[in-house]
């Protein structure tokens, strides 16, 4: 809509305006329709399956440790958030985990790695695990608890290192078994549709408010 004057005033200018209108006249007819609420809730399910997978989970906990293994045990030695996520003074993720997987000869069990290794920060845990798929999706959409991100800033967001890391986990540990770039397509289908949410049990939605 907002075009129209432009092209309007181009026309008026001459011939790069008859240049320019055969693209106009494309682009709009290109719009696509956004996908129905159904579809985005589809999309969501498999959407949710993934942040709800071991990988995910694993960092995105309601305490304070993170969780090792398909199985979400206790970190070991004790390891906790810290104030900004990446562990406490004596003993910060970097300890053990670089900016990368250790060579697959070195086996099973070594730290893994990504860039800037963390947990979210508290007071921004951004929790994915024991929430039904509604509560999840409520909490994920809610700008207090993800970092003030609308939804085209979260589709931005799994393209983070961490994130990708889940497709790369190193030797010994499952990766998240949907493909990333369907998890990517799957994300903005969702966002696309409005970011529509499963239901959520009454009397719960009050617990997830900010
Ligand atoms: C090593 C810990 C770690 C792992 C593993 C991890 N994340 Fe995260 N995740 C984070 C941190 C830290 C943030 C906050 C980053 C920021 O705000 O920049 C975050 C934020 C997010 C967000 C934004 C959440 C929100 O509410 O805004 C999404 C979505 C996300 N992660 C998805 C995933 C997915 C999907 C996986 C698995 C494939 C995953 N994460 C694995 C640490 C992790
Ligand atoms: C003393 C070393 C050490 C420190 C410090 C440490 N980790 Fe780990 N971490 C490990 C090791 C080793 C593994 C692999 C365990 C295995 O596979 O047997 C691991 C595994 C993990 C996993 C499991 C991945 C999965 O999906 O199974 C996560 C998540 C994790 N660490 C997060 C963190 C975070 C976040 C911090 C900082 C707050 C941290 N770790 C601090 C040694 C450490």
Redesign the pocket.
Known sequence: MRAAPRVLTLLASGTLAAALLPFALRATAAEKAAPARAEGLAAFDTVAN??Q?P??R???IPGDA?LQFDAGLPHTQNVVRGSG?YGVPGLPCATCHGAANPPASYGPHTPPG?PG?????PG?E?VFIGLSKGELCE??KDKS???G?DLAA?VH??D?R??????DPGVGRAP?PVPYEE?VAKFKTWTDAGGPCPAVAKGKIASLAP
């Open positions: 993934v942040l997978h990988r995910c694993n960092c995105h993170p996520g990504a290794w963390q947990l979210p920060p921004l951004m909490r994920l608890r993800n970092g991100r979260l967001h799994i983070d961490l994130v990708r890391w889940g497709w998240v998890f």
